[in-house]
């Protein structure tokens, strides 16, 4: 029997708060254990090297906690990224935020259920989503999606003011970091994509083409949003072979995004 959407992202959720839970549980103990030992150490009842191992075990496994929480963040992330199933991601998004009631947490949650609404297709909800979250934004990689979504969505709106006060925002950003690193790099990055936007709106069809196609593609949404804009400026610039093979390719495998719908217009369009 088929899961809904809702059902889909209920088990996702679930199995990702049952570990958070049970890692939970397990720092609690081991802090409660130092917090004995300790007191122990003090009365002579343990030795010192006894407690240094507690505290050895106890960063151990403070760096496997950060690492399978990070697994299970990135799983979830590949369902956008990797499955372009924009509609099961935000859903999993919307109902991780109700489960979380830090400020940083629900900044970061808050952003992702944004991106995930702008793949849907629903531009000015993800847009008026992203007006509710207060900068500054604690963490690097927080802020660059949050600047990619806000670029995006002011493309979607035509706003070339906006598109240029966001190259500027990213741009002050990447100098605070060091030339070089994974940082500056996809700062970088973001920076080619917000060119391209600004070229496409000015339409510099050929100038925007030549840049996507230079573009570093890591997931097969990012294969899928430039091969959507490609398919685009391809029959702009008259080369309708391209622009089916572009937009064929996106149908095919856009699953669950607005790139499936804006394709299957370009090839309406082109066989008229």
Not at 162 to 176: N, P
Request: glycine share 4%.
């Amino acid at each position: 029997m088929t899961q809904t959407v809702e059902q889909q992202a209920k088990r996702i959720v679930n199995k990702h708060m049952q570990k958070v839970i049970i890692l939970r549980i397990i720092s609690i103990i081991l802090v409660t254990i130092y917090i004995i030992a300790y007191a122990f150490l003090i009365i002579d009842w343990i030795t010192s090297w006894m407690l240094l191992l507690l505290i050895a075990v106890a960063i151990i496994f403070s760096l496997i906690s950060r690492t399978l929480k990070y697994i299970s963040i990135l799983r979830i992330e590949n369902i956008l990224q990797d499955r372009c199933d924009a509609e099961l991601y935000t859903e999993v998004m919307r109902l991780l935020l109700k489960k979380d009631d830090s400020k940083r947490g629900t900044k970061t949650i808050t952003i992702r259920i944004a991106k995930g609404l702008y793949f849907m297709g629903e531009f000015d909800e993800a847009y008026k989503l992203l007006q509710t979250v207060q900068l500054p934004i604690k963490g690097f990689y927080s802020s660059i999606q949050y600047f990619n979504v806000l670029a995006n969505c002011a493309k979607q709106k035509k706003n070339l003011d906006e598109l240029h006060m966001i190259f500027e925002s990213v741009k002050a950003l990447a100098l605070t970091t060091k030339a070089g690193s994974k940082k500056r790099i996809s700062a970088e990055e973001l920076l080619q994509i917000i060119t391209a936007s600004i070229e496409l709106l000015q339409g510099e069809y050929q100038t925007c083409r030549d840049r996507t196609l230079n573009m570093n593609v890591k997931t097969s949404l990012q294969k899928i949003a430039n091969y959507n804009n490609l398919a685009f400026l391809a029959a702009k610039l008259g080369d309708e072979g391209s622009a089916k093979t572009y937009a064929k390719y996106v149908v095919k495998y856009g699953n669950r995004t607005c790139f499936v719908a804006a394709a299957q217009a370009i090839l309406e369009g082109l066989a008229k």
